[in-house]
């Protein structure tokens, strides 16, 4: 069973930096698809980054030129570097994985991680 772990969200200052990372534990022999969804109060979860296995990107226009998403696949594990953080950028940061491939037979899991809170104020 995969299981995904976050860390590093915090307390950080307008115009500080963060950097989250998401490690995906268990057997696993490849992931398509590792992204970083965030949700604010009273808002809907919405995408911030995503990035497949061949190294393409995509990034919600609010975070475009301000944060950055990668990955290393020996790690199975993906980051995500904030600058110039905002008030606006508070939420409960989650990661996602689409389709980590986990045995020989191409059986693929999905999931979610628990989330991490991501506060920005001074």
């Known amino acids: 069973q995969v299981q995904l772990v976050e860390s590093g969200g915090g307390l950080v200052q307008p115009g500080g930096s963060l950097r989250l990372s998401c490690v995906a534990s268990g057997t696993i022999f490849s992931i398509y698809e590792m992204a970083w969804h965030r949700q604010a109060p009273g808002k809907q979860r919405e995408l911030v980054a995503i990035m497949t296995d061949d190294g393409s990107t995509n990034y919600a226009d609010s975070v475009k030129g301000r944060f950055t998403i990668s990955r290393d696949n020996a790690k199975n594990t993906v980051y995500l570097q904030m600058d110039n953080l905002k008030p606006e950028d508070t939420a409960v940061y989650y990661c996602?994985?689409?389709?980590?491939?986990?045995?020989?037979?191409?059986?693929?899991?999905?999931?979610w991680g628990q989330g991490t809170q991501v506060t920005v104020s001074s």
């Open positions: 996602e994985v689409d389709r980590a491939r986990f045995d020989w037979e191409g059986s693929t899991w999905s999931g």
